[in-house]
């Protein structure tokens, strides 16, 4: 049905992240994806400032609360299943494809152009995909420590492997965002 777009990615917040973990406090996907939207405005913001960079901020933050809206058709696939093995990951990245494009067939025409890159990424916004990439791992980092300070054992192994993941991204804005601010993640509200 078209015209139904806006009111089927409404029900992001319906989709609950993590499921194959105790959580202390459920996440939607929804959540997350304004997390990552500020996240990933935060990290154009500090490339354009520390490193001279010319990223649009404002896009990338755009593009990021979009970036897990297909997960509305196809769930929140976890992580070990997703990335299993390749022949998994290929096939989840049709099926992945395939939510994008029911997605997009839910609108007009005349705006499928200006939606078609928040789900099928454009060459000119690569540099901008990285810093979501390095945004939606830092959010996953920050669950982890929330997790933690809540007594949550659970997401032990979870904080280490993405720790680790950060550490790879060789992404210099993301490693501004780690020292600088990551830490008061963990304190506490009287603390803050």
């Given at each position: 049905m078209n015209n139904s777009f806006f009111a089927f990615s409404s029900r992001i917040k319906y989709i609950n992240r993590w499921a194959l973990m105790r959580n202390?406090?459920?996440?939607?996907?929804?959540?997350?994806?304004?997390?990552?939207?500020?996240?990933?405005?935060?990290?154009?913001?500090?490339?354009?400032?520390?490193?001279?960079?010319?990223?649009?901020?404002?896009r990338a933050a755009a593009l990021a609360l979009y970036h897990d809206t297909p997960e509305i058709i196809t769930g929140d696939m976890p992580t070990p299943v997703k990335y299993n093995s390749d022949r998994m990951r290929s096939e989840f990245k049709k099926i992945e494809d395939n939510a994008c494009e029911r997605l997009l067939d839910m609108l007009p025409e005349d705006l499928k152009e200006d939606f078609s890159p928040m789900f099928f990424k454009d060459e000119k916004d690569k540099e901008l995909w990285v810093l979501i990439k390095a945004a939606d791992k830092l959010s996953a980092l920050i669950k982890c420590i929330e997790e933690r300070k809540a007594g949550n054992s659970e997401f032990k192994m979870a904080e280490k492997s993405t720790k680790q993941i950060i550490k790879k991204l060789d992404c210099p804005e993301c490693n501004v965002?780690?020292?600088?601010?990551?830490?008061?993640?963990?304190?506490?509200?009287?603390?803050?």
């Amino acid at each position: 049905m078209n015209n139904s777009f806006f009111a089927f990615s409404s029900r992001i917040k319906y989709i609950n992240r993590w499921a194959l973990m105790r959580n202390t406090r459920t996440e939607s996907l929804a959540e997350h994806s304004l997390e990552v939207a500020t996240l990933a405005h935060a990290l154009a913001v500090i490339g354009n400032k520390r490193f001279s960079k010319n990223y649009n901020a404002e896009r990338a933050a755009a593009l990021a609360l979009y970036h897990d809206t297909p997960e509305i058709i196809t769930g929140d696939m976890p992580t070990p299943v997703k990335y299993n093995s390749d022949r998994m990951r290929s096939e989840f990245k049709k099926i992945e494809d395939n939510a994008c494009e029911r997605l997009l067939d839910m609108l007009p025409e005349d705006l499928k152009e200006d939606f078609s890159p928040m789900f099928f990424k454009d060459e000119k916004d690569k540099e901008l995909w990285v810093l979501i990439k390095a945004a939606d791992k830092l959010s996953a980092l920050i669950k982890c420590i929330e997790e933690r300070k809540a007594g949550n054992s659970e997401f032990k192994m979870a904080e280490k492997s993405t720790k680790q993941i950060i550490k790879k991204l060789d992404c210099p804005e993301c490693n501004v965002f780690v020292e600088e601010f990551l830490p008061a993640y963990e304190l506490t509200l009287d603390q803050l």
